[in-house]
């Protein structure tokens, strides 16, 4: 055997070879930043809840052009739903989910009315003489204060619908989807 050599040039890389075991465990870190104060639960925006669902039974026709109102209510926390006004009052800024269903044997029109900037969404169904359900629906941004209701208007109804006294059904619900207190 003889005498080494001369180091050779570097090789290339080679892969990347399998992972070892974990190590141990390290030291325990600092305590993180207080905690922000929320103040009372029943004002946290993570505790805000709104929900109503109200029910006119009238068998009258709704006036065009007017509030609906509502004899029956089904739930209203935590009573931001006035049914004698048919008013709805934000209480919560945030984003809400407002839907409506209508049964009538008549050709029926309703929309979802905002406060200012005023946001109307119509829906109508022309019908006769057999049961019906008209339905509609939006998610709208409100701002404390801010009302939001459903109302009958004019379209294309024959002027005897209003004097129709069959059996008419109108739910009207909303809720809270998540606050938004910008």
């Known amino acids: 055997m003889g005498n080494r050599g001369e180091q050779g040039v570097m090789g290339p890389k080679g892969f990347r070879g399998d992972l070892g075991a974990?190590?141990?465990?390290?030291r325990p870190g600092r305590p993180g930043?207080?905690?922000?104060?929320?103040g009372h639960a029943d004002s946290s925006p993570q505790q805000a809840r709104s929900a109503f669902s109200?029910?006119?039974?009238d068998n009258s026709y709704p006036?065009?052009?007017?509030?609906v109102t509502y004899q029956h209510t089904v739930i209203n926390t935590p009573q931001d739903f006035n049914a004698a006004t048919g008013y709805f009052t934000c209480r919560v800024a945030g984003f809400y989910y407002f839907s409506f269903?209508?049964?009538?044997?008549?050709g029926v029109c309703l929309r979802l009315a905002s406060d200012p900037p005023f946001q109307k969404l119509g829906f109508c169904d022309y019908?006769?003489?057999?049961?019906?359900?008209l339905s509609g629906g939006s998610v709208l941004e409100l701002r404390a204060g801010q009302r939001v209701w459903l109302e009958s208007f004019r379209d294309e109804q024959r002027p005897e619908v209003t004097r129709d006294t069959n059996e008419k059904r109108i739910i009207f619900s909303g809720f809270l989807l998540f606050p938004n207190p910008a």
Do not use: I, W, Y
Request: proline share 3%; aromatic share 6%.
């Open 63 to 67: 006036n065009f052009e007017q509030v």
């Open 54 to 57: 109200v029910m006119r039974t």
């Open 101 to 106: 269903h209508s049964m009538a044997k008549v």
């Open 22 to 26: 974990a190590g141990g465990a390290g």
């Open 33 to 38: 930043p207080d905690g922000r104060n929320l």
């Open 127 to 133: 019908n006769k003489n057999f049961d019906q359900v």
